[in-house]
């Protein structure tokens, strides 16, 4: 098993057609120890739950600072190490740049970037200490081909900064072998377009995918697996795609 003896927390892994939730799936049949944050401790629980015995699940709303590091402490306390983090949490919205609000641009960009940052403040100091640490951060093909899929062009700036941020984070924790790589999704056939994907659209997006399809959620899961395990031990920084060749670049 690759992650036998492992720790790994995962946010946003509450949401019952998820990549979060596929991801943890994923990672617990490969012998991990896995925390499922998100917003609503019932969620949280019952997700781990579904995992089967000896997972946790924790409220923690990542653009909070506090709750990340709360959930940090309660996962050191119970297993006493963390040897992965899936930074999955994110919401999109489909607003064009000349409607977007302060608002709109406010929570995409605390859900998807400031909480991928308080996460791994989060952890990191505990990898440190360990001299070991595996940290994966959902970005996005909208990042790399500017947007035009379904979120909007302050969704596209959020998970373009995902990708800065652990480029430069992965400089600044290699030494400490800290690796910290992103995966950006085409479009996954999960709940984050809430209904608003129409058979139209998803005809028409689906010519332009040369593998003839959209993702599921597992397409994401083997990706995250691949990068928290040892598998993937030389890689840091990289972005890995994961979107049936939509944009091969
Ligand atoms: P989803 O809506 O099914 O799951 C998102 C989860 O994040 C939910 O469980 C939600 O409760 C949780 N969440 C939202 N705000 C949170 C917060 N502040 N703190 C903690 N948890 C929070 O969406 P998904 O499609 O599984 O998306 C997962 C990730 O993949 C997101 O970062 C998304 O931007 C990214 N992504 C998705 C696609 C896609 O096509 N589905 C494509 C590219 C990238």
Partial sequence: MLLENKVVMVTGA???????????????????????????????KSAAADLGEGHLGLACDVTDKAACLSAARATLEKYGQIDGLINNAGITQPVRTLDITAENFDAIVDVNLRGTLYMSQAVIPVMKEQKRGSIVCMSSVSAQRGGGIFGGPH?????????????????????????????????????????????????????????????????????????????SAYLTGITLDVNGGMLIH
Avoid: H, W
């Fill in 14 to 44: 509450a949401s019952p057609r998820g990549i979060g939730k596929a991801t943890a799936k994923a990672l617990a049949a490969q012998g991990a120890r896995v925390v499922i944050l998100d917003l609503r401790e019932e969620d949280a």
């Fill in 155 to 231: 969704y596209s700036a959020a998970k373009a900064g995902v990708l800065g941020l652990a480029r430069a984070m992965a400089r600044e924790f290699g030494p400490d072998n800290i690796r910290i790589n992103s995966i950006t999704p085409g479009l996954i056939q999960t709940d984050i377009t809430g209904g608003k994907l129409t058979p139209e659209m998803r005809a028409d997006i689906i010519k332009g995918i040369p593998l003839s399809r959209l993702g599921d959620a597992v397409d994401v899961a083997n990706a995250c697996l691949f990068l928290v395990s040892d598998l």
